[in-house]
């Protein structure tokens, strides 16, 4: 594919996009997290830390959100920049722009392995598999170190930081480390690692103890937030056309950087959304199950009358039963599931206005 920025007249970021996308950006975080702590009430599921620090993620998604308004508005991004007399200068448009991309950035990298590691903690919540567990476990090291030394790599990119802000790019020589090549590394990286979180628990969603229809559906839900790898593609895509156009027109870059890395920062945006709302999708399952079961029951109250449409209505609330018992169950230290409270909830399924009579026949038959 040839590089789109060759064309002067690339830009699928206007204005209207980065500020329309942004506010979308805001709410869609809020619901996201929302759903999951309603999710989390209705199936009376104990709250825990993969779900507490959604909340962090979702205020990082927030922030950067108002950021891209802040720096599209007041910054030019999206824009031509701003010349005076036909020259690059340090108009107040430049120095917003270099500061909330700043700021971008430093959020972004953050929400980044936030997001990881609630996904990485939802996986050790709900697998109790010991070999799984070590793997596990290794990948929440391994994420936090890369979070906290890119994290810090980002924070400290200049000496000073304003350096950032008071000199133009091609002017930070050793003051700065070489920035396209070190966000290019860092969109690799972070797609590997995307690519091996999501893969992780598939081989042991496979060893579950049901049907195959429904082993695909438990994957499905998992790797819904695969979707963030796409994102993830599509930024290292952009990552390396800005730094081929770069290294192929320096002098065209430097000259309107608020037309060119517009595309970067917004998918900086859309990896950290989309991440969240992917770590957040395996927790709906009760809603989902919630409204299979309102259905069911409506299927079966609409049936014929009589003693047939009783039996079959009693039926599939024993079923109905055991399916929300199922969805309790746990993987076990021997890779089987397992359930607690059956018989306590068999009982259950007895109609309240009908006597039930446990008795044994014995019939004997003897010659005429």
Known sequence: MSNPYLDPNYNPYPRSVLVGTAVFFIILPIISVGVRFYARSVSWAKVGIDDLITIPSMLICIGLSITQIIATEAGGLGSHQELVDGQVAHTTQLYVYEKTKYTYQLLGTVGLW?????????????????????????????????????????????????????????????????????????????????????????PHLWQLQLPWREKVGVAGIFLLGSIVVAIGITRTIIFGWVISFTTANPLVYFSDITWYTAGTLFWHLAENEVGLLGCCL???????RGVLKKRTTLGASGGSSGLSSHKRSTHTAYHQRLEDEESLTRVGGSGQVTSAGFEEHALEAIPNNRIVVNTKIQAESSAA
Do not use: H, M
């Not at 070190?182 to 797609?191: K, M, T, V």
């Open 114 to 202: 936030v997001i990881k590691l609630s996904v990485l903690l939802f996986f050790r919540r709900i697998f109790s598999v010991r070999s799984f567990r070590v793997i596990n476990d290794v990948f929440i090291g391994i994420t936090v170190a890369w979070g906290i030394a890119f994290t810090f790599t980002v924070a400290l990119q200049c000496t000073p930081v304003s350096t950032l802000w008071e000199k133009f790019e091609i002017e930070y020589g050793d003051s700065c480390i070489t920035v396209q090549p070190f966000y290019f590394s860092l969109a690799i990286s972070d797609l590997i690692l995307d690519v091996v979180i999501f893969i992780l628990p598939v």
């Open 282 to 288: 395996p927790t709906y399952a009760p809603l989902f």
